[in-house]
Nanobody, 115 residues
Framework: QVQLVESGGGLVQAGGSLRLSCAAS????????MGWYRQAPGKQREFVAY???????NYADSVKGRFTISRDNAKNTVYLQMNSLKPEDTAVYYC?????????WGQGTQVTVSS
């Protein structure tokens, strides 16, 4: 069984930065990709960023140039560096890992950006 533990959320003023972490543990043989998603109140969960095993990345247009996703394969950990935060970035952020035959979601971490 695979578990994800997220950390790094919090309250920050607009223009500030936060770094989210998501560490995977358990019976992990290989991770194909790792990603971040977010869900604001009253809205559907949306894609934020994704990184594949080779290091290739993809970002939502709304965060390009401000957010950077990275991973440490040795630690089975994915990070999301968030800079120039805006109030509209306020949401619960979830990490997700794609394994060979299934996927796992984290529990979510709250990010609140005040204006």
């Amino acid at each position: 069984q695979v578990q994800l533990v997220e950390s790094g959320g919090g309250l920050v003023q607009a223009g500030g930065s936060l770094r989210l972490s998501c560490a995977a543990s358990g019976s992990i043989f290989s991770i194909n990709g790792m990603g971040w998603y977010r869900q604001a109140p009253g809205k559907q969960r949306e894609f934020v960023a994704y990184i594949i095993s080779s290091g290739g990345t993809n970002y939502a247009d709304s965060v390009k140039g401000r957010f950077t996703i990275s991973r440490d394969n040795a630690k089975n950990t994915v990070y999301l560096q968030m800079n120039s935060l805006k109030p509209e970035d306020t949401a619960v952020y979830y990490c997700k890992i794609d394994l060979s035959s299934t996927y796992v979601w984290g529990q979510g971490t709250q990010v609140t950006v005040s204006s």
